[in-house]
């Protein structure tokens, strides 16, 4: 399996500017999980789906943040408009059918905005 | 609301010696405990997890304990190498939720050669 896969790895934009962010989990999971950290927040949990319905978005920082999964191979993560205090690495992670806390983690995606 | 702290901050250490992490945690009901290693530029990857009923869990030379009636637990490392060196972190999941995970700061270990 080639793992939960992100894209992009690497993200510059300017302040004002849409973001979005990508996620393809795990095949056969059905948790997908939206992370962000900083060197000041460490690792927050942003919102949780599971079988493509959003569970949790108490994490979402505030109405520019907006995640979505259409189907059970593709999510998003959008920031409109963004902020430099977005910056921060964006984790996706996916877990199994019963054992949502089993997460395995994406590589990240880098986003600064200048 | 959940508080997960994690002490040292940073630990530099020659290698072969034994290293033992240290995480702490304010709210005892929790429905398991997870140590991830974190390398630079890359995702998480969990070493271990302990459910709330266990006191321990072993991997190779890692085996980690868990006293949840005091809010601690612990990573020891045996016979450290220098591809051991990474960031450690430890994550609790709520017992009303456990599909929710709150992670402490880290541990930032690096193995000396």
């Known amino acids: 399996d080639a793992g939960v896969i992100q894209s992009p790895r690497h993200e510059v934009t300017e302040m004002g500017q849409e973001v979005t962010l990508r996620c393809k989990p795990i095949?056969?999971?059905?948790?997908l999980f939206w992370y962000r950290q900083t060197m000041m927040r460490g690792l927050e949990l942003l919102i949780y789906f599971n079988n493509n319905v959003p569970i949790d978005d108490s994490g979402m920082p505030e109405d520019r943040f907006s995640a979505k999964m259409p189907n059970a191979s593709f999510s998003t993560l959008k920031i409109q408009p963004s902020e430099p205090r977005d910056s921060a690495v964006y984790f996706c992670a996916s877990s199994p059918p019963r054992y949502p806390y089993e997460q395995y983690f994406g590589p990240g995606t880098r986003l600064t905005v200048t | 609301k959940q508080e997960v702290t994690q002490i040292p901050a940073a630990l530099s250490v020659p290698e072969g010696e034994n290293l033992v992490l240290n995480c702490s945690f304010t709210d005892s009901a929790i429905y398991n405990l997870q140590w991830f290693r974190q390398d630079p530029g890359k995702g998480l990857t969990s070493l271990l997890l302990?459910?709330?009923?266990?006191r321990e869990q072993t991997s190779g030379r890692l085996n980690a304990s868990l006293d949840k009636s005091s809010g601690r637990s612990t990573l020891y490392i045996a016979a450290s190498q220098p591809g051991d060196s990474a960031t450690y972190l430890c994550?609790?999941?709520?017992?009303?939720?456990?599909?929710?995970?709150?992670f402490g700061a880290g541990t930032i270990l690096r193995v000396k050669s």
């Open positions: 095949s056969g999971h059905d948790y």
């Open positions: 302990i459910q709330s009923s266990q």
């Open positions: 994550a609790v999941s709520r017992g009303i939720d456990g599909n929710k995970l709150v």
